[in-house]
Every structure is written in structure tokens, then in C-alpha cells.
């Protein structure tokens, strides 16, 4: 088992920069590509961004890419979202998922563990 613990949500501006932070404890010996997910007050849960276990992959959601970079530090088992120009469309609750998965994956289905999200709201 994997626990995930969010952090680093928040009020802030638009355009203005957050970054959310990931904890991993439990069974971190394992290989695990991670996942931000963010949802909505009404909508389904959606992909944001994926980080592939080394780092060295990485996917975006059109949405997001270019304002928002996913990072890792295997050394602390966290994984990060730095978020900049946030617009008040990117208010939501954000998920970090984690997945055994050996590829890459932004399927919702595909993730195994999950935080208990960490509320962004972005004021125009």
C-alpha cells in the first residue's frame, strides 16, 4: 500500500503561482509513475499531469501545458505540481494519484492509490 498526503492548495490571484506537494509513505520501495487530477464542483475528475517513475517523461493535459510543470524527488518520495498563471478555471480540488504501472499512463482508471485532495481556488 501506498498513502499519499496533498499539500500547498490555496486562495491565490489569477496569475498568480501555487505549488502542491505530494507525501508518499508506506510502500515506497516500489517503482511508481504519479499523476495530478483535479475536480471540479459539478464535473468529472480529470488528467492534469503525469511524471514517470525517473522523471524523465512527463505528460500535460492542452489545458495546462506551459503554465504548469510536475516534478519529482525520489529521495523524499513527493511529487510536485508548480502551477503559474493560474485562471480562475483551474479552481478545483487536486488529486495526487500514484500507479504500479510501468508506462506513463493519464487514465483516471489506471491509477491505484490516491490522496485525499487539497482545495485550489483561483479568484479573478
Known amino acids: 500500500q501506498v498513502q499519499l498526503v496533498e499539500s500547498g492548495g490555496g486562495l491565490v490571484q489569477a496569475g498568480g503561482s501555487l505549488r502542491l506537494s505530494c507525501a508518499a509513505s508506506?510502500?515506497?520501495?516500489?517503482?511508481?509513475?504519479a499523476g495530478w487530477f483535479r475536480q471540479a464542483p459539478g464535473k468529472e475528475r480529470e488528467f492534469v499531469a503525469a511524471?514517470?517513475?525517473?522523471?524523465?517523461?512527463?505528460y500535460y493535459a492542452d489545458s495546462v501545458k506551459g503554465r504548469f510543470t510536475i516534478s519529482r524527488d525520489n529521495t523524499k518520495n513527493t511529487v510536485y505540481l508548480q502551477m503559474n498563471s493560474l485562471k480562475p478555471e483551474d479552481t478545483a480540488v487536486y488529486y495526487c494519484?500514484?500507479?504500479?504501472?510501468?508506462?506513463?499512463?493519464?487514465?483516471?482508471?489506471?491509477?491505484?492509490?490516491w490522496g485525499q485532495g487539497t482545495q485550489v481556488t483561483v479568484s479573478s
Open positions: 494519484a500514484a500507479t504500479l504501472r510501468v508506462v506513463v499512463t493519464i487514465r483516471t482508471l489506471e491509477y491505484d492509490y
Open positions: 508506506g510502500r515506497t520501495d516500489r517503482s511508481y509513475a
Open positions: 511524471i514517470s517513475w525517473s522523471g524523465h517523461t512527463a
